[in-house]
């Protein structure tokens, strides 16, 4: 079993709120990422955790914030976004091993208002 | 830089026929390589990955690695109008506990019955 779930799916916010997004695995991946991704464009990296700890963020503005509470979960705080953040957010895991290949989410749309 | 180039095509095939994607990369240094596919407004899903020169089969698709001309390619045997997708190559430059993916811009498939 292969499977990330992400929750909301959709998400409406207006620039002044504060919200989260949720996402779960259990496989067993000690690895997790958040991507944002644009329509037609690739996804971006915002986050690596690796081990409950944060390795990687992408430069990403301040209004984003992760948190690896276990792990299994993983949650991105937003607060003050702009409209130019409406995306699709993308979770992410991989296993440990050769490849490291990541296994993805549904995503939650999230627009911006 | 790292870069990782495909076509954006579309790439038209009828049904029945192969499907040849491509991809070129950068960075030598690269050491895994996978193949995701993604229907618009959906997340992307991994169909195939490979980190050794050759090939890799798994049911109609074939995935097939040269480090030394740094290129990966996905042949889709019998393609389906269901494999009509954006195709995104990705490159993993390979770290310890997790994998840091350079994304192509996509190649869009299109299979007409």
């Known amino acids: 079993d292969t499977e990330v779930t992400q929750t909301p799916k959709h998400l409406v916010m207006g620039m002044t709120n504060k919200k989260s997004l949720k996402c779960e695995q259990h496989?067993?991946?000690?690895?997790m990422y958040w991507y944002k991704q644009k329509a037609k464009k690739p996804p971006e990296l915002m986050f690596v955790y690796s081990y409950e700890k944060l390795s990687i963020n992408e430069s990403v503005p301040s209004r984003f914030s992760p948190e690896c509470p276990n792990s299994s979960l993983l949650n991105l705080h937003l607060h003050a976004l702009q409209p130019e953040d409406s995306a699709l957010y993308l979770c992410?895991?991989?296993?440990?091993?050769?490849?490291?290949?990541?296994?993805f989410g549904p995503g939650t749309r999230l627009t911006v208002t | 830089q790292k870069e990782v180039e495909q076509n954006s095509g579309p790439l038209s095939v009828p049904e029945g026929a192969i499907a040849s994607l491509n991809c070129t990369y950068s960075d030598r240094g690269s050491q895994s390589f996978f193949w995701y596919r993604q229907y618009s407004g959906k997340s992307p899903e991994l169909i195939m990955f490979i980190y050794s020169n050759g090939d890799k089969e798994d049911g109609r698709f074939t995935a097939q690695l040269n480090k030394a001309s740094q290129y990966v390619s996905l042949l889709i045997r019998d393609s389906q109008p269901s494999d009509s997708a954006t195709y995104l190559c990705?490159?993993?430059?390979?770290?310890?506990?997790?994998?840091?993916?350079?994304f192509g811009k996509g190649t869009m498939l299109l299979v007409s019955p």
């Open positions: 992410a895991s991989s296993p440990s091993g050769l490849s490291y290949e990541q296994y």
């Open positions: 496989m067993g991946h000690r690895a």
């Open positions: 990705a490159v993993n430059m390979g770290n310890s506990g997790y994998s840091t993916l350079t």
